[in-house]
């Protein structure tokens, strides 16, 4: 896929949604957060936090809550909030951003007690637009701690959530032990 169409920079907005936002949000009380993701207020909390980008964003895009698409799953037997995020048109954008609880919901709770067993409590996973070596369109799966994130692969081929959840589940995979 070439590079046509798309912006030169990408949009402040959607940058901080996949990148920030819903990390950010996650991040400080993810027992909350699942519990939002899945309930009748999800569109509420969406729209709040939309309305805090918009707030500090030096663009202005606006999206449409139908833009915007929450998938709960499980990852390797982890409760997983996937969000389908609007179309990107640059890279870095996401198309997917993705939240994943390092021990099931109840375990969550007794976890609350200070901020670092909180920030380990969920792992973070965006899969963003990219440009490989070879001057494609492709996509980049990155894993974040706190406020660095890592790149960990090219995935190739149209994104789906079955594809997003595979590598998701592949990076959170041990590698078996040379014995």
């Known amino acids: 896929m070439k ?17 920030e936002a819903f990390r950010q949000a996650a991040e400080a009380d993810p027992e909350y957060f699942f519990h939002l993701m899945a309930s009748q207020q999800q569109s ?20 449409e809550q139908d833009d915007f698409r929450v998938h709960l799953t499980n990852i390797e037997a982890r409760p997983a909030v996937i ?8 890279f870095i954008e996401c198309v997917y951003c993705a939240v994943v609880s390092q021990a099931d919901l109840t375990a969550l709770q007794a976890m609350a007690s200070g901020n670092d067993e909180l920030i380990q409590a969920i792992d973070y996973f965006t899969l963003e637009l990219m440009e490989n070596e070879s001057g ?12 660095t994130h890592f790149f960990l692969a ?13 590598v998701i589940k592949a990076a959170l995979t041990p590698p078996p032990e040379n014995h």
Do not use: M, N
Not at 83 to 90: F, G, H, N, S, V
Not at 155 to 166: D, H, R, T
């Open 44 to 63: 509420e909390a969406i729209a709040q936090l939309t309305d805090r980008v918009y707030a500090i964003s030096d663009d202005d895009q606006r999206y």
């Open 136 to 147: 494609e369109v492709s996509y980049a799966l990155c894993r974040w701690q706190q406020d």
């Open 83 to 90: 969000i389908e995020l609007p179309k990107p048109r640059a």
């Open 154 to 166: 090219e995935v190739e081929g149209l994104p789906s959530i079955e594809k997003f959840s595979a």
């Open 3 to 19: 590079r046509q169409g798309l912006l030169e920079q990408p949009r402040h907005s959607h940058y901080l949604l996949g990148h």
